[in-house]
T-cell receptor
Framework: DAKTTQPPSMDCAEGRAANLPCNHS???????VYWYRQIHSQGPQYIIH???NNETNEMASLIITEDRKSSTLILPHATLRDTAVYYC???????????FGKGTRLHILP | GAVVSQHPSWVICKSGTSVKIECRSL??????MFWYRQFPKQSLMLMAT?????????EQGVEKDKFLINHASLTLSTLTVTSAHPEDSSFYIC???????????FGPGTRLTVT
């Protein structure tokens, strides 16, 4: 079973920051938080991952709480092309299989 | 970046026939490949884990005799849907774990329609 909980859907205005929350209260100390997204009829696309520290790349920022029980993915300037289902995943350090939860369907509003 | 391809991207077949889907890691060798199935408006469901040179490990509820997996090399895994039925119509996605950085990369998916 997936070890994360996400809201089923969210709306965000184009040009604004999209903040997608994820709860992973049972995460173990050596497990990573990964974010993927899936645009309609495509394979999942890697966005970002982290262990304890906040991370940023060209796509997004990942904020992980100090107790690691939750995290937030931030898309700084959402565009219509960011409309997708976003999956928050907890992954073990032995890089075992990835189990997907239900994700958050993000709608970017023009 | 690492690229995973799938072939075909879509296929239509008649009920009772078999269909083979290929998954290739194009620019890296994969320790492990995974096969997922996704029904409309649902999440990805892991079907099986495939390692080169060994038998695939199937998730609970997945019929191994119906979904045959062959992992012929470090860059190729195939999924054969045998005696396909309309309820097998789905989006099939593979992924591959790189031997270099152990990250998992996903293919673009194959849409199977059984008529």
């Amino acid at each position: 079973d997936a070890k994360t909980t996400q809201p089923p859907s969210m709306d965000c205005a184009e040009g604004r920051a999209a903040n997608l929350p994820c709860n992973h209260s049972t995460i173990s100390g050596n497990e990573y938080v990964y974010w993927y997204r899936q645009i309609h009829s495509q394979g999942p696309q890697y966005i970002i991952h982290g262990l304890k520290n906040n991370e940023t790349n060209e796509m997004a920022s990942l904020i992980i709480t100090e107790d690691r029980k939750s995290s937030t993915l931030i898309l700084p300037h959402a565009t219509l092309r960011d409309t997708a289902v976003y999956y928050c995943i907890v992954r073990s350090p032995n890089y075992d299989k990835i189990i997907f939860g239900k994700g958050t369907r993000l709608h970017i509003l023009p | 970046g690492a690229v995973v391809s799938q072939h075909p991207s879509w296929v239509i077949c008649k009920s009772g026939t078999s269909v083979k889907i290929e998954c290739r890691s194009l620019d890296f060798q994969a320790t492990t490949m995974f096969w997922y199935r996704q029904f409309p408006k649902q999440s990805l469901m892991l079907m099986a884990t495939s390692n080169e040179g060994s038998k695939a490990t199937y998730e609970q509820g997945v019929e191994k005799d119906k979904f045959l997996i062959n992992h012929a090399s470090l860059t190729l895994s195939t999924l054969t849907v045998t005696s396909a039925h309309p309820e097998d119509s789905s989006f099939y996605i593979c992924s591959a774990t790189s031997r270099v950085n152990y990250e998992q990369y996903f293919g673009p998916g194959t849409r199977l329609t059984v008529t």
